[in-house]
């Protein structure tokens, strides 16, 4: 069995999309359909998944390990055929290396002087 | 939503099995805010850009996982993966190669306008099928046929060129007009030449490879004059390289003129003649034609015509022995790709049931049945692929020696290149092969329960798996026996032509070519003064035993046929009374070696003005003077009378392989003056023995010839061993190509044969235990083992024979009288194949007679 660093390096740089949905997770277990709202809330409408792309994304990262599908979850108001996922600690584990690698290319590129333009709105 | 759900089904099954129902659920959440006068046509596109570009990227997931697995799985099983790459590589190399190979000799259009249209005539009599024909005759097709656009006439004539340069032999045909209409191709430079040019003098087409190596491409040498043959030509055109006709080897294309005094004999055959259907018109309407023509001109000329018919052949016309020999090793390709399917499929079900076990495992850990056919079959085509990739390679290597076999003088364009169908129906073949095999152990994994399987573990795999590996073997064994049989049989042609005698002695005779141009030397007298300088010359070389000069070599000039009349028979027919007549200096037969039987040589005397006399062979005495003495006898011959002066012995003038015509030889100073240009000696032979050498004479003999006439070229330079060897050269590489296709066949063969086996044999090592815990000694179950294989191995014998056999029969015209049933070759054959079946049974039958019934039980 390789490492763990091993096979989180091999992961990296995930996806945007990946990226999203693991964020969406964070904090609580979600099914489908809410984390495509919360992608959308949390990036002020600019990504917005497909059913498809959200889908062949969850496959992946719960054949990765990224995610897990809860088991036998029931809210009251929800339908119980619903299928919700949560992240596994191997997920957040992702996450934060991701988190990382991108903090670190920001400080490169400020290193170098770099600043981002300010907002044009 | 409809089309969404219907969409859905691009996804692969258990994905969207997996995940239908959210997807339509978040799918309809997100569109359902979709509203306005355009709704309709956003929510299409909202489906068809979430669908295709995600289920194109799931499937390349899978299939990039399950090329991970496959190579990983292949990696762990090398001795499996190697074998199976190199037996596809091996099938579809060898048949890409042989039919790009065949398609390049049979199929290629010839580079000629509508060459479908183009045929070739020949004169047909009962004894030869393709004879050259007479002027005569061709203007009268010509002339009273209706179903053709054109139809030109060429012959092959050597020419010498003076001028700008060493004077140098060239490759030359003499054309009329019309050649170059009924092929229909343009000039490359200037123009091809027309009736009204004839008119004007000789003219000639320079061909592209002589235009630049001897007039550095100058398109201004169109108009000028160059001496051909010794006679001055305007040149009008050059021909692009492409046009190579009738053969690669030609240079150049004079103007053939034809004047009223050639059309008077229809016996004097020697034009070869194409012609152009016109559109619409079938080969059965113009041969129906021609017909009816050859039946008027047989009652008009009955001492010429009686029985003389018009053979048409496709212009592409390739004698049948070459394609007999070409579908001989397409046959050859197309046994090693069965051989290789077979053995392609036996490694695939032997892994196959190895694996059962692995596949019972993973589907009882969840891994839909779908899901493993998917990984197996992408593991079968990237094994199939591979191979391909190989064999393609190996083709690509292969091809351009087997090139070589082309015989020189098919009118075929260019170079053999890779042909994509067929490397695709090869690819296709072992890809399905591989697919089929592949599947089977998915299929059986998925269709079994997977607790029987795991329970059972992984065995013989049911009798309809035993029934298919027994198939397996009959078909190996078949295939290759045919294989042998066949290539058996051609071997045997070839020894058996091998030792037939030419009639001559070819060792330490060298031959070189000069051909005097007939304006300088169209005296006979004056011929006959140059060869006695050069034969004085030659001959005072010490290590020249003798030398002579002859109208044309054995086996390179096989025509220059003759009617003769003997006795008070009618008119001289050729055909009954063929002779094949040569025109020699004293001393030819010496030089060559052929013997004489009565009489004497032809002298220096045998002058113009002596008394007409000619040397005869065997073969014409015994036809025309059975045990009587020939010598003082006469014969017409071009109706001038002529009396034997002596016998010798018959020569192969037509090869090793076919009759010859009895031989008449005449005198070299009694041919008439200008006339029978084809008949004027211009083969120097020379017998010398060792210590010289060929190397030290060829200079020699170039230096004779240029004190005898510095304008002199001579060309054509070769051993007459060469020109014998020649004769079964194309058969002996053909055949050195089948020999390699058979011993690669065998040891498939021989290797499916032991992988079989071998896997019959572990399969069932528990039940060879049990045998043997029950009581059955070692000897029982090799003798069980080497039955059950002798079975079948003999019915694949049995059935290669037969399928041998009847391909023998098709193969007749190559055989050289061996016949199909030859016992030494079905009996090698047969030794052969048991030989390997032994072979491949040795190692199985070992580890059967080994089996140890305590391990094979404790297995359990």
């Known amino acids: 069995m390789p490492n763990e660093r091993d096979t989180i390096a091999t992961l990296l740089p995930l996806p945007p999309a990946t990226f999203h949905i693991l964020l969406a997770l964070a904090d609580e277990e979600r099914h489908g359909y809410a984390v495509i709202q919360d992608v959308e809330a949390r990036t002020g409408g600019e990504l917005r998944l497909s059913a498809g792309t959200l889908y062949r994304s969850i496959a992946r990262m719960v054949e990765q390990g990224l995610i897990a599908e809860v088991v036998r979850r029931r809210a009251i108001s929800d339908d119980e055929r619903r299928r919700y996922y949560r992240l596994t600690p191997f997920g957040s584990e992702v996450a934060r290396a991701e988190m990382r690698r991108l903090e670190q290319l920001v400080r490169l590129a400020r290193a170098r002087g770099v600043r981002p333009a300010p907002e044009s709105a | 939503m409809r089309l969404y759900r219907a969409l859905l089904h691009l996804y692969p099954r258990g994905f969207r099995e997996e995940y239908r129902d959210e997807l339509l659920r978040a799918h309809a959440a997100l569109v359902q805010d979709l509203r306005g006068p355009f709704a309709h046509v956003r929510r299409t596109v909202a489906a068809l850009s979430d669908v295709i570009p995600n289920a194109l990227a799931v499937h390349a997931d899978i299939l990039r996982q399950d090329l991970l697995f496959a190579s990983r799985s292949l990696r762990r099983t090398p001795g499996f993966a190697v074998t199976a790459v190199l037996v596809v590589a091996l099938g ?137 043959g010794g006679v001055a030509h305007t040149v009008v055109g050059v021909m692009p390289g492409t046009f190579q006709f009738p053969y690669p080897t030609v240079e150049a294309w004079s103007s053939l003129v034809l004047r009223e005094e050639n059309y008077e004999d229809r016996d004097d055959t020697y034009l070869e003649v194409i012609a152009r259907l016109k559109p619409g018109i079938t080969p059965k309407r113009a041969l129906e034609d021609l017909d009816a023509v050859s039946a008027r001109l047989a009652t008009q000329y009955p001492a010429t015509n009686k029985d003389l018919s018009v053979l048409m052949v496709g212009l592409h016309g390739i004698p049948q022995r070459s394609q007999l020999l070409v579908l001989a090793l397409c046959g050859a390709a197309l046994c090693i790709l069965l051989l290789s399917c077979a053995n392609l499929a036996s490694l695939f079900l032997a892994r196959g049931a190895y694996r059962a076990h692995e596949l019972a495992v993973r589907s009882a850990l969840g891994a839909g049945r779908e899901r493993l056919v998917r990984q197996l079959v992408t593991e079968s085509l990237a094994v199939a692929l591979l191979g391909g990739l190989v064999g393609v390679v190996a083709a690509a290597v292969l091809l351009p020696l087997l090139s070589l076999l082309v015989p020189s003088s098919l009118p075929v364009a260019g170079q053999a290149t890779l042909d994509l169908r067929a490397l695709v129906i090869a690819l296709g073949l072992t890809l399905l092969t591989g697919f089929a095999f592949g599947l089977a152990p998915a299929l059986s994994a998925g269709r079994t329960s997977a607790m029987g399987a795991l329970r059972s573990d992984a065995r013989s795999g049911g009798g309809r798996t035993q029934r298919l590996r027994a198939a397996l073997v009959v078909v190996e064994v078949a295939s290759s026996v045919v294989l042998l049989v066949t290539s058996g049989l051609l071997i045997r042609a070839v020894w058996r032509i091998q030792a037939v005698s030419p009639g001559f002695v070819a060792d330490h005779v060298l031959a070189v070519r000069t051909a005097l141009p007939f304006s300088d030397y169209g005296i006979t007298a004056k011929r006959v003064q140059y060869y006695d300088r050069v034969l004085e010359s030659v001959r005072a070389v010490s290590g020249v035993k003798s030398a002579a000069f002859a109208t044309g070599l054995p086996m390179s000039m096989r025509g220059g046929i003759w009617g003769v009349k003997v006795g008070g028979e009618g008119p001289a027919k050729k055909r009954e009374n063929a002779v094949s007549l040569r025109f020699v200096t004293p001393g030819f037969f010496a030089t060559l070696g052929v013997p004489i039987q009565r009489g004497r040589d032809v002298t220096t005397s045998d002058g113009p003005r002596a008394l007409p006399v000619a040397v005869v062979s065997e073969a014409f005495v015994r036809q025309h003077w059975p045990g009587l003495d020939p010598i003082g006898r006469h014969f017409t011959l071009a109706d001038s009378p002529r009396t034997v002066v002596g016998v010798v012995g018959d020569v192969r003038v037509r090869g090793l392989e076919w009759p010859s015509e009895p031989q008449v030889y005449l005198p070299c100073g009694q041919v008439p003056d200008s006339s029978l240009i084809g008949y004027t000696p211009k083969e120097l032979v020379v017998r010398f023995e060792p210590p010289m050498t060929v190397d030290a004479l060829v200079p020699l003999v170039r230096r004779s010839v240029a004190t005898a006439d510095p304008q002199q070229p001579i060309s054509k330079v070769r051993l007459l061993t060469q020109v014998v060897a020649d004769e079964t050269a194309p058969r002996v590489t053909q055949l050195r190509l089948l020999g390699a296709l058979t011993a690669l066949a065998l040891l498939i063969a021989g290797l499916g044969i032991h992988g079989l086996l071998s896997f019959t044999v572990s399969m069932r090592a528990r039940e060879l235990g049990i045998r043997r815990a029950l009581g059955a000694q070692a000897g029982d179950i090799v003798g069980m083992i080497v039955r059950e294989g002798s079975v079948l191995v003999l019915i694949g014998l049995a059935l290669g024979v037969a399928i041998g056999l009847a391909i023998g029969r098709g193969m007749g015209a190559l055989l050289a009288d061996v016949h199909p049933t030859d016992p030494l070759t079905l009996g090698a054959a047969a030794v052969l194949c048991l030989l390997t079946a032994a072979i491949g049974f040795l190692r199985p039958v070992l580890n059967a007679a080994r089996v140890d019934p305590l391990i094979a039980l404790r297995a359990e």
Not at chain 2, 126 to 135: I, L
Not at chain 2, 185 to 190: F, K
Request: aromatic share 10%.
């Open chain 2, 92 to 228: 579809v190399g060898v048949n890409t190669a042989m039919f790009s190979l065949a398609d390049f000799v049979f199929m290629r259009p010839l580079p000629y306008r509508e060459p479908e249209r183009l045929v070739k005539l020949w004169q047909q009599t009962p004894a030869y099928s393709r004879n050259e024909s007479s002027p005569a005759n061709v203007r009268d097709w010509r002339e009273q046929t209706h179903s053709f656009d054109g139809m030109g006439v060429y012959t092959m004539r050597s020419q010498n060129l003076v001028g700008s340069g060493e004077p140098r032999e060239l490759q030359a045909a003499l054309a009329s007009p019309e050649m170059f209409s009924v092929l229909g191709v343009p000039a490359l430079v200037g123009r091809t030449f027309t009736a009204h040019d004839l008119a004007e003098g000789p003219c000639v087409v320079l061909g592209e490879g002589l235009w630049k190596a001897r007039f550095g491409a100058d398109a201004r040498v169109v108009g000028t004059s160059i001496r051909l």
